[in-house]
């Protein structure tokens, strides 16, 4: 480590930070002499004051160490130099982002194996059940809670030594911490597999799309059952899983549902996954809970094969065609966490248009979707709330009422039975109208699985997805600021017009993918609403026939 005069280390700022408030950040600017005081904070952080005697944390990547001669003076605009392809900074113009966590299972530990006795099965046992708003491992948008895996925000106030360096990280760009920022910059070559390339084009009618699948399949879940191992100590639900190309049935876990959420959240940057259903803290072996859970996972498969890209993908077809042989469990889940091309890497493997997009054209279809999926989340969390409502009120107060109208009538009938003048037609038929409100609560009782419930399934899942769009949307905010900051740069003859132009290419290939999203969602969004609501009105209409067809019956016993 090198020290500067007085065996103080001096850093010189490399690119400007912005401090959050709250936070014990330090705002730090370009070409800023900074004291280091301390750097061992963890996580790319360090501490140090300015010449103004502010002190505060700052990111270790933006600055540099001066050697412990006199300090020289500040360095002159960089320059980049020009290689057939891709292009590669000499000095990058965007900081690195601080140092973070290797990635790890969806429960926080490093898998290592495909073995049933690799997974806990406590953690089937923890969260909550679907209505609470709670994903399995999702994020939040204005949803009102928090999902399993969110961080909490920092108490403003804290003093710098106190703050905990894990949110400061979370609020950099997941972008730049996935290697977005390297696709962007082209500090990286990677050379892609023939098989890897997603391709994304545009339709006759100038809408940008994933590339349709080649060929279309489904999968089936079916026939849930329990099982145990360690000699019973241990119990789990398995189900079965049925590709329709090649009807070859396999058997999986919830948790390993939950270990391909992670692995395809973090490979898909720009493809919001929808939650797993939550998990339960009791009871997860009622008849009732599994129906309810396979139903969810079944949906959840569904979305995934009709998914252009991931449908294709190989850990998505691992896990719904390998069989029990351990061997290629392991070697299928060793290759699917060790995939080159996750997170800011897929972008590699993308091929776009080879038509240059307007900063304009994308911001404005992109600000005006970020305002949609807004209202729509807040329309979601209100029909969910009204749908859990009215499942509650059908299987409890609205059966009760029937069954008191019911139990009124057949007082009535009880007590024109005493009368000594008395019509016993009559009197049947006033407690046949008794029995007929029985049977209407318990027609209320079993309403909610065909419509509300049903609504709540597609509810839930929208909710998962709409919480995982802010954060893509961010990501290409971010890639169009690298886009206009380089197109300024070339524009003050600071860089080559072939840096600019082709960092201009990388992120309209973002861009390309964001748009292609956005319109696979609003394609899958109108036909899953047009479905739900002819199930829902069905399933409803249904509902007041039987009902007045129990009046009706009521009705001609008085005849």
């Given amino acids: ?44 952080w360090w501490e140090g004051s300015n010449s103004r005697g502010e002190s505060g944390l700052f990111p270790a990547g933006y600055v540099e160490i001066i050697p412990s001669q006199a300090i020289p003076p500040p360095p002159s605009p960089p320059k980049y130099s020009w290689d057939s392809a891709p292009m590669v ?12 966590p290797p990635p790890s299972a969806p429960d926080g530990d490093p898998v290592d194996d495909w073995g049933d006795e690799d997974w806990d099965d406590s953690d089937d046992t923890a969260g909550d059940t679907i209505g609470s708003g709670v994903g399995g491992a999702g994020g939040n948008f204005n949803s009102g809670s928090l999902p399993a895996h969110s961080t909490l925000s920092i108490p403003t106030g804290q003093k710098a030594s106190q703050v905990p360096v894990k949110k400061s990280i979370n609020r950099f760009s997941t972008f730049v911490k996935s290697g977005g920022e390297d696709f962007i910059l ?63 049935v396999v058997s999986r876990r919830y948790k390993h549902f939950d270990w391909l959420y992670g692995r395809l959240e ?86 776009t248009p ?47 009422e029937m069954q008191k109208i019911s139990g009124a009538f057949n007082g009535l009938a009880t007590a024109y039975d005493h009368s000594d003048y008395n019509d016993h037609r009559l009197n049947e038929a006033i407690r046949f109208t008794g029995t007929s409100f029985e049977n209407i609560a318990k027609i209320y009782e079993e309403q909610p699985k065909y419509d509300f419930e049903a609504l709540s399934y597609v509810l839930y899942e929208y909710k998962g997805i ?37 960092v201009s290419q990388r992120a309209d290939v ?38 007045a067809n129990q009046l009706q019956d009521a009705l001609r016993m008085f005849d």
């Fill in 186 to 248: 082209g500090s990286k070559v990677k050379n892609v597999p023939a098989g890897e390339y997603v391709q994304i084009i545009e339709t006759h009618d100038n809408q940008i799309m994933w590339a349709p699948n080649q060929s279309e399949y489904s999968c089936a879940i079916t026939a849930p059952s329990k099982k145990s191992k360690l000699k019973g100590l241990k119990t789990y639900t398995a189900y079965r899983l049925t590709p329709s190309f090649n009807n070859i």
């Fill in 466 to 502: 709409l919480s995982a769009w802010p954060e893509i949307l961010d990501l290409n905010k971010q890639a169009l600021g690298r886009k206009k900051d380089h197109i300024k740069l070339r524009d003050e003859g600071r860089i080559e017009e072939k840096v600019a132009e082709s």
């Fill in 354 to 400: 080879n038509v240059p997009l307007e900063v304009s054209f994308v911001e404005q279809r992109t600000e005006s979707f970020g305002k949609f999926i807004s209202k729509m989340d807040e329309a979601i969390k209100g029909l969910l709330e009204v749908a859990n409502d009215q499942t509650r009120k059908y299987s409890g107060a609205y059966k009760k």
């Fill in 1 to 44: 480590m090198s020290q500067s005069n007085g065996g103080q280390v001096k850093a010189r700022v490399l690119y400007d930070f912005q401090a959050q408030p709250g936070t014990g950040e330090l705002d730090i600017y370009t070409n800023e002499i900074l004291s280091v005081t301390r750097q061992d904070i963890g996580e790319g």
């Fill in 89 to 100: 900074p000499q000095v990058p113009l965007s900081p690195p982002a601080p140092g973070y």
């Fill in 510 to 547: 973002v861009s390309y993918a964001t748009l292609a999203e956005i319109n696979h969602f609003q394609k899958e969004r109108m036909e899953d609403s047009r479905q739900m609501m002819k199930n829902f009105i069905q399933a409803q209409a249904d509902f007041y026939q039987k009902v």
């Fill in 266 to 351: 973090g490979k898909f940057m720009t493809i919001p996954i929808p939650w797993l259903p939550a998990k339960q803290i009791s009871g997860r072996f009622d008849e009732q809970f599994i129906e309810h859970r396979k139903i969810q996972l079944q949906m959840w498969v569904d979305r995934i094969c009709r998914h252009p890209v991931m449908a294709q993908c190989n850990v998505w077809l691992h896990f719904i065609t390998c069989t029990d042989d351990k061997k290629r469990w392991k070697d299928g889940k060793r290759r699917a966490e060790k995939d080159p091309f996750t997170g800011g890497s897929f972008f590699y493997t993308l091929q």
